[in-house]
């Protein structure tokens, strides 16, 4: 699993055996998800590379529910894969689940070179002081 996490593109995660392939990813603490990106060489990597891919999340293993379908027809570079809930709000989730269901030429084992997964960023503005003046106000907010 160092390989998905590396920041290395020549490096790879192969699977081994039937479909479908899992990626297994569980948070501390609940989570929001704002995209999943996973950096795939079709180029490279042919009949291993990913030809659908299903995004699960869950608290644990027991309840993963489906959040996200995507084909992919001979990728190359980084596929970003945009997570909401049922309802189109931010998932906030304990685990994610990334299934490989299919791969391009219906290749048996897969490689997937990069995961990376973003939180939103919180936009907080900070304030310093209490100031009266025109000329201090413009000092009260650090960007």
Not at 5 to 10: F, K, T, V
Not at 66 to 92: H, Q, R
Not at 105 to 116: C, L, V
């Amino acid at each position: 699993m160092d390989q998905l996490r590396d920041d290395c593109m020549e490096t790879y995660w192969q699977s081994d055996g039937q479909l479908p392939h899992l990626v297994n990813i569980q948070f501390r603490r609940k989570t929001v998800v704002r995209d999943i990106c996973i950096y795939i060489d079709y180029r490279l990597d042919e009949s291993y590379t990913p030809g659908r891919i299903s995004v699960r999340a869950g608290t644990n293993f027991n309840d993963l529910q489906e959040v996200e379908v995507v084909e992919l027809n001979e990728p190359y570079g980084w596929v970003k894969i945009m997570t909401k809930d049922i309802n189109d709000s931010p998932l906030k989730t304990y685990m994610l689940q990334i299934a490989v269901i299919t791969n391009h030429q219906n290749g048996r084992d897969t490689h997937m070179r990069q995961i990376k997964v973003h939180s939103p960023v919180e936009k907080r503005d900070l304030l310093i002081g209490n100031f009266s003046t025109v000329e201090m106000r413009q000092y009260t907010i650090i960007k």
